[in-house]
């Protein structure tokens, strides 16, 4: 590659995701030259079908305790230095306009395209140029920076380069494993990558026996390696997915179980001997009733086959049922993996990073930020507080 046919930026950014923009904007404003390039057609296809088309875009109760990584401290320095309130000033001087759908979730009220467009727009402002349709070939470190050879063998050169290209999850939607690909070439470690906020499958037998609760959602406390979630769980034709399941997801391995308290709002033990005692010939499916969506209850009691009335249950009985209603043991089969998993767990260790800037230690022109790093948000709209956040902190210096 020779310099005169080598185009120059100070910033190569690759990844024109909710990450990569927010990145290419800040440094942008700084006055540097800035390039951003992806290998799809369009600019931001996740933030488009984020939160069901309306995009939770933060958080504001986000604290570093809703995010998993291997080293959880990682994250304080960016999320303080660009917080929720920041992004949503952005957001108010756009005049996008916003609703809390969920104690802190803040939802575009119209179109996740209004976040798209404030990005692409202050993209446009700060004079950061965006090329689409561009896969990089090959990228070689010089002395003074990065030079990058495109699919179509344009030659690029950089002072900064920063990795922006996500997880793995949704392939159809561009995910690919690039960013851990050349973090390895740089001798950069890459922790384990698995799907996280992502439905859960079942064993067939189990899939059979829930099938009758398909569509049907109810609010439970679910939890397995001593997190738990008191959310939504929505039983469907493939498994458990809703909320509480997603988030739960997080956090299981195969092989473990879930135990999920269905009735998390009652007493169940203390209800029924209560209740047997007031009301001795009410049932077990009736108590459910009072309690759970009609054919939840239906089914649940028909799959224990609790029968007759409560008159008849020993003090034991009690217990057992107590026990299934409250502790739940589940063993899903696996989860429905990237496909359609809404983040990657595990990533580029982040020990290997500035939190301050989110470049490598060793090497402090080469950055990673966003979804590509060990910091995975709970759902709820911190996965893109980090990205803002990753982005800006390493737009700030690249
Ligand atoms: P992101 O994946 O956004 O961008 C990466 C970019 O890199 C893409 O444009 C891709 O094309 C490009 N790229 C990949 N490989 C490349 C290569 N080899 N060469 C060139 N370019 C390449 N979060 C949240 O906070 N609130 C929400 O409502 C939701 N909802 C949601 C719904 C669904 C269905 C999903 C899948 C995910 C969410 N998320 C979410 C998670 C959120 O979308 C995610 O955490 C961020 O988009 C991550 O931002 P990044 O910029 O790191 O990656």
């Known amino acids: 590659m020779t310099s005169a046919s080598t185009s120059q930026y100070d910033v190569i950014i690759i990844g024109a995701g909710a990450a990569g923009l927010m990145c290419a904007a800040t440094a942008g404003y700084r006055g540097r030259k800035v390039l951003v390039l992806d290998h799809a057609n369009k600019p931001g296809k996740k933030i488009l079908m984020s939160g069901g088309g309306r995009c939770n875009f933060t958080n504001l109760n986000s604290t ?18 660009y917080t929720p309130q920041d992004f949503l000033e952005l957001v108010d001087r756009h005049g996008v306009e916003y609703e809390e759908k969920a104690p802190g979730q803040l939802f575009c009220k119209d179109s996740a395209k209004d976040i798209l467009n404030l990005l692409l727009t202050e993209c446009e402002w700060a004079g950061a140029t965006i090329r689409m349709n561009t896969g990089i070939s090959q990228i070689e470190a010089q002395d003074t920076g990065y030079r990058l050879l495109t699919s179509s063998g344009g030659k690029l050169s950089c002072q900064s380069l920063v990795i922006a290209t996500g997880g793995l999850s949704i392939p159809t939607m561009g995910a690919t494993g690039f960013g851990y690909d050349l973090a390895r070439q740089f001798d950069l470690t890459v922790l384990p990558t698995r799907a996280g906020l992502v439905p859960f499958t079942l064993h067939p037998e189990l899939k059979e026996q829930l099938s009758p609760l398909s569509g049907v959602s109810c609010p439970v406390d679910v939890s397995c390696h001593n997190q738990h979630f008191r959310e939504p769980m929505l039983v469907t034709h493939r498994g458990l997915s809703g909320p509480a399941m997603l988030q739960i997801s997080s956090y299981w391995h195969p092989g473990d179980s879930l135990a999920i308290n269905l009735l998390p709002a009652c007493h169940i033990r203390d209800d029924l001997l209560a209740l047997r005692n007031s009301k001795p010939r009410s049932t077990v499916g009736q108590y459910l009733a009072q309690h759970l969506p009609k ?104």
Request: charged share 15%; proline share 4%.
């Open 295 to 398: 054919r939840f209850a239906q089914a649940f009691n028909d799959l224990n086959q609790w029968q007759g009335p409560l008159q008849g249950y020993r003090n034991s009985d009690i217990d057992e049922v107590a026990s299934q209603l409250g502790q739940w043991s589940i063993k899903p089969a696996g989860t429905e993996g990237y496909r359609t998993a809404e983040v990657t767990l595990g990533g580029v260790d982040t020990r290997q990073l500035s939190s301050k800037t989110m470049a490598v230690l060793d090497r402090p022109n080469l950055y990673f930020i966003g979804e590509v790093v060990d910091v995975t948000g709970h759902l709820g709209g911190h996965n893109f507080q980090w990205a803002w956040a990753s982005g800006v902190v390493a737009g700030q210096h690249a």
């Open 64 to 81: 570093p305790a809703n995010f998993l990584s291997d080293n959880p401290r990682f994250c304080i320095s960016a999320l303080k230095r």
